[in-house]
Each structure stands twice: as C-alpha cells, then as structure tokens.
C-alpha cells in the first residue's frame, strides 16, 4: 500500500540549492522519473531494482535504478554535486559531507516505520538525512567438521556462550586433534577488531561533550590479548601485517575458526564444498557485542523531492522493506520486521541474535561517523587498523597505540 507523506517544509526548500540541478531523470530532470544510483544490488539479488518495479506498477512513478561500480559511486555523486546534477536519491556507504547539505530530512519515515533509533544520526539541523538501508555485522564461523572431528562442542544458544579464554581453550584443542594449521583467523579490519574490542568491555572511541576522543583501560586490555593472539600459532601474523587473504584461509579447511561477518554466508554456501561450516555464537568476556556497518539511503533536494520522499517513504513501509530484506538476504534495520530468509536461515538468526545483544555500542561506529560527515569532518585514514598494525609489529608499545589512536580521531573530528 502507498502511505500519504506527512509534509516536511525542508524537502521542499528548492530556494537553498539555488534549482541548480540540471540533466535528466534527476533532481532536477523530469520529476516523472527518479534516478536512483547505487551499487551492488545485482550481488544481493536486485532487491531494490524489483521493489522500484513494484513501485512503478503502483504509482505510475519511473525508477531509473543505476548500479555503478563500489570504488567509482563516491567519486561519481561528488561530480554529480559539483556540476549541479545529482540523481534524485543513492544508497550510500557513508555520507559525504561536500553534499551533505543537499540532503532531504527523513525524519518522519524514520518515525512512521519504526527505523532503530540505536542506527539513527542527526544533523545539526536535528534531521535524520540518511536511512540505513540494511545491517552488516561482524560474527564468527566455525569449520563444523573440524570441531565434531575432535569432539570439541561449541555454543548452540546464549546460555551456554563461552568466553575468549574457553573460546581459545577449544581452539587448542581442535588444532592437537585435527590437521588444523591455525585456530583461528580475523580479517584485518578495524570494524572487526572494534567488536573483539567491545568483548572486553571497551567504550570503543568516541568523543565526549568537548570533542576528545578517549577510551577505557578495557580497550587496553583488548589490544594486548588480541596481540597475544598473533602469535602464528593460534592466528597468523601474515592477515594483519602482510594482507594475506582471511577468507581464502579459512576456505582452505585447515583453519577451526574464521572472525568475520554476515556477509560470508552466501559466498560460503556457494564455494566451500570440501567441509561443514557453521556460523555460531562470538565469545564474551564480558560483554556481548558485535560490530555494525550499514549503507544509506539518501535523498536529494530539487524539483523532484517530494515524489523522492514519497518513494523512500513508501519503501520503508514494514511490508515492502520486508520484501526487500527478503530478495536481498538483509539484516533489517527495522523493529518488528519478520524476515523469511530464502536460505541459511539458522546462521541469519544468529547474526540478528547478536544484534539484539549488542546494545548502543554495537552502532557507536556508524553514529559517529555520520554524526562527523554531517559536521563536514571526518577522515578517510584508519587509525585503529594502522596503530595497531604498528603495536602488532612491534613498532610501539600499547599506550602508545591508544594514545595515538585517541589523538587522530580527535583531530579529525575537530
């Protein structure tokens, strides 16, 4: 069903971008037809090419879905916004502030469809100007046959979780009764190591009332059992200091463990063939959390927002996000969205498990850099990946790798 759009005076202030938008089917072309640019859906089913189609039997409405290369959209949206010529709405990984001000205010759909407040952002203007489209969390995998090969049991539900040190504990004891050359390996990625982080009890980094960047002994704590676990026993230094492919190690079945994230599950369920994989439960220790990534939804002020707010809108309706979330094999960002997964439904489920366990700090990272990008700050470096390739090295000593972790991402956000 279409929904009737709540009026919000902000989608409509053509005055503040001057109707420089020009070319055709975008924000300022043909308001009959919306440009749509994104990238990726052909992988994930073309979920957001066949709800447009819905939408266009529906209302009459033309979407113009363009499915651009990942590394070429950025570059191709601040071209767009430089020239005065961009498409009526995007999904995004991030969002740039040379055209956040363009952006229309989302805050009702936010509302009425009941996005996750821990997933929302506001801008200055106290606006909700990007919509997560769909959640990527970090998770964990197991090599199943490895682990019942040495008898080693592993958790089926949240009352029995083990910690990091049981976790490890029964690593070591696939690897004495299996071929298992490593016991576990974590991609080397900083949205990976920030979860592993927050098992610790870390606060993460993120910035207090005056803009500092700091974090807890926990996370000192965390850095140095993570550097403990480099060892080339348990994991391989060669992932995180050499760029050796994780996935590629665990493929070749002689890894127990692999620390990575949702977006393995269809690749695995295509391309390994040779063993049983299984997605289980993180350890804790403490805490529960994971990590969290999402793409955006954007829309763009010009003469075709209204009819732009009305197809987001109309897509975030519980039914037909639902729709979406089921073609495209997504984590919703929705409460009370019933996915039907089309396949491997059990290792979805416990990836929306640990979502639900996470709590706030499983979104800190996406709320902090939107809240950046609608600032105009921000920065592109990787402060946790690079200090901490420098501490695993042994280039610096742990307090020197939060020191100038804290350091960067304060002087980035300021």
């Known amino acids: 069903?279409?929904?009737?759009?709540?009026?919000?005076?902000?989608?409509?202030?053509?005055?503040?971008?001057?109707?420089?938008?020009?070319?055709?089917?975008?924000?300022?072309?043909?308001?009959?037809?919306?440009?749509?640019?994104?990238?990726?859906?052909?992988?994930?089913?073309?979920?957001?090419?066949?709800?447009?189609?819905?939408?266009?039997?529906?209302?009459?409405?033309?979407?113009?879905?363009?499915?651009?290369?990942?590394?070429?959209?950025?570059?191709?949206?601040?071209?767009?916004?430089?020239?005065?010529?961009?498409?009526?709405?995007?999904?995004?990984?991030?969002?740039?502030p040379l055209w956040a001000d363009s952006l229309l205010d989302l805050t009702g759909t936010?509302?009425?469809?009941?996005?996750?407040?821990?997933?929302?952002?506001?801008?200055?203007?106290?606006?909700?100007?990007?919509?997560?489209?769909?959640?990527?969390?970090?998770?964990?995998?197991?090599?199943?046959?490895?682990?019942?090969?040495?008898?080693?049991p592993y958790p089926k539900s949240a009352e029995d979780q083990w910690t990091w040190d049981e976790f490890t504990a029964s690593l070591k004891k696939v690897q004495q009764a299996t071929d298992a050359k490593y016991g576990m390996v974590m991609d080397g990625s900083s949205h990976r190591l920030r979860s592993f982080l927050y098992q610790y009890g870390s606060n993460g980094f993120?910035?207090?009332?005056?803009?500092?960047?700091?974090?807890?002994?926990?996370?000192?704590?965390?850095?140095?059992?993570?550097?403990?676990?480099?060892?080339?026993?348990?994991?391989?230094?060669?992932?995180?200091l050499s760029g050796d492919d994780a996935n590629?190690?665990?493929?070749?079945?002689?890894?127990?463990?692999?620390?990575?994230?949702?977006?393995?599950?269809?690749d695995f369920s295509q391309n390994i063939k040779d063993f049983e994989w299984k997605s289980v439960l993180m350890p804790k220790q403490p805490v529960r959390a994971t990590n969290l990534g999402t793409n955006y939804v954007v829309g763009y002020d010009g003469p075709a927002a209204e009819k732009t707010a009305e197809f987001i809108d109309w897509l975030y309706t519980p039914e037909n996000y639902r729709k979406l979330c089921e073609i495209s094999g997504f984590l919703p960002v929705e409460d009370g969205i019933d996915v039907k997964y089309a396949a491997n439904k059990e290792a979805f489920d416990v990836y929306n498990d640990e979502i639900a366990s996470s709590g706030p700090i499983g979104s800190l990272q996406m709320r902090t850099e939107l809240t950046d990008a609608y600032r105009g700050k921000g920065s592109t470096?990787?402060?946790?990946?690079?200090?901490?390739?420098?501490?695993?090295?042994?280039?610096?000593?742990?307090?020197?790798?939060?020191?100038?972790?804290?350091?960067?991402?304060?002087?980035?956000?300021?």
């Open 248 to 266: 590629a190690l665990f493929k070749s079945g002689r890894v127990a463990a692999y620390y990575s994230g949702v977006w393995q599950i269809t």
């Open 110 to 152: 936010a509302e009425r469809n009941k996005v996750k407040a821990d997933l929302l952002a506001k801008s200055s203007k106290g606006q909700v100007n990007a919509l997560p489209t769909d959640l990527t969390a970090v998770g964990l995998f197991i090599n199943k046959s490895l682990f019942d090969k040495a008898g080693v």
């Open 1 to 96: 069903m279409r929904k009737k759009l709540i009026p919000i005076a902000t989608v409509f202030s053509l005055a503040l971008t001057g109707c420089a938008f020009g070319g055709e089917s975008g924000a300022g072309g043909d308001p009959g037809t919306l440009r749509f640019w994104l990238s990726g859906d052909g992988n994930q089913g073309g979920g957001f090419a066949a709800m447009a189609k819905e939408y266009t039997k529906e209302t009459g409405v033309e979407i113009d879905v363009v499915d651009i290369p990942y590394d070429d959209l950025r570059t191709k949206l601040r071209n767009a916004a430089q020239a005065g010529d961009l498409p009526a709405l995007a999904r995004v990984p991030s969002v740039d």
């Open 381 to 414: 470096d990787d402060p946790i990946k690079d200090e901490t390739v420098k501490y695993l090295n042994g280039d610096q000593d742990v307090r020197t790798t939060v020191a100038a972790i804290e350091k960067k991402f304060t002087e980035a956000g300021r």
């Open 206 to 240: 993120g910035p207090d009332a005056g803009g500092a960047y700091a974090a807890n002994p926990e996370t000192t704590t965390g850095l140095e059992r993570f550097k403990a676990l480099n060892d080339d026993k348990m994991m391989p230094r060669s992932v995180w």
